[in-house]
């Protein structure tokens, strides 16, 4: 198994309050992403990150903000948490790219958040 | 209309059967990925494949890219294989996957 870790792994807040995630991996890989899975959609691209300090949207970011201060950790952190944003989040890793090419994306075990 | 359909949404299967699971996509890919999710929620890459077809043990992935059309085949079945299949592309020149609503497959002994 690749080595990612997601943290916390089950989550209960209350809306309005800050939550952040983290995912740690150890495999030195450049590209992180941050995914929600909600039932009847597929898994949704919040936000990834390229490089150290080097992060683009998703399809699904309003509400979310990401931070990666170094190459191991790639932080999600909603804000002010709303209902919508129950939901179980996945972090991926995947190495550099070859042009044209795409690359096997290697999944946390996630993280299940509850917003009341 | 999503960009990655799945079909079919549920499948139940005896023990020994071969199963068929279908994606279809709608844009350019460069690749296109096969991935199995357990009960327990763990999400493992079985497969990536850009041309033909590739084999792991029971498991083959075809694709055919003038048709925008992949499946998924499990031969000989077993209780194990029960899981959600999910199929996800990578869009051409972009770093990004899209990814199917998943095949719920249960395989009863």
């Known amino acids: 198994d690749a080595g990612i870790t997601q943290s916390p792994r089950h989550k209960v807040t209350e809306t309005g309050t800050p939550v952040t995630l983290r995912c740690h991996q150890t495999?030195?890989?450049?590209?992180m992403y941050w995914y929600r899975q909600d039932p009847g959609h597929g898994l949704r691209l919040i936000h990834y990150?390229?490089?150290?300090?080097?992060?683009d949207k998703g399809e699904v970011s309003d509400g979310y903000s990401v931070s990666r201060s170094k190459t191991e950790d790639f932080l999600l952190t909603l804000e002010s948490a709303t209902s919508s944003q129950t939901s179980v989040y996945f972090c991926?890793?995947?190495?550099?790219?070859?042009?044209?090419?795409?690359?096997?994306?290697?999944f946390g075990p996630g993280t299940r958040l509850t917003v009341l | 209309k999503n960009e990655v359909e799945q079909s079919p949404q549920n499948l139940t299967a005896q023990e020994g059967e071969f199963i068929t699971i279908n994606c279809s996509y709608s844009?350019?890919?460069?690749?296109l990925h096969w991935l199995q999710q357990h009960p327990g929620g763990g999400i493992v890459s079985l497969f990536m494949?850009?041309?033909g077809k590739k084999k792991h043990g029971r498991l083959i992935a075809t694709i055919n890219i003038q048709e925008k059309h992949s499946s998924l085949h499990i031969t000989a079945s077993h209780p194990r294989d029960s899981a959600v299949y999910i199929c996800?592309?990578?869009?051409?020149?972009?770093?990004?996957?899209?990814f199917g609503t998943g095949t719920r497959l249960q395989v009863f002994p």
């Open positions: 990150s390229y490089g150290v300090k080097d992060t």
């Open positions: 991926a890793i995947s190495a550099p790219r070859t042009s044209g090419v795409g690359d096997t994306q290697y």
């Open positions: 844009v350019g890919i460069s690749a």
């Open positions: 996800a592309v990578n869009v051409y020149n972009t770093d990004k996957l899209i």
């Open positions: 495999e030195n890989h450049r590209y």
């Open positions: 494949l850009s041309s």
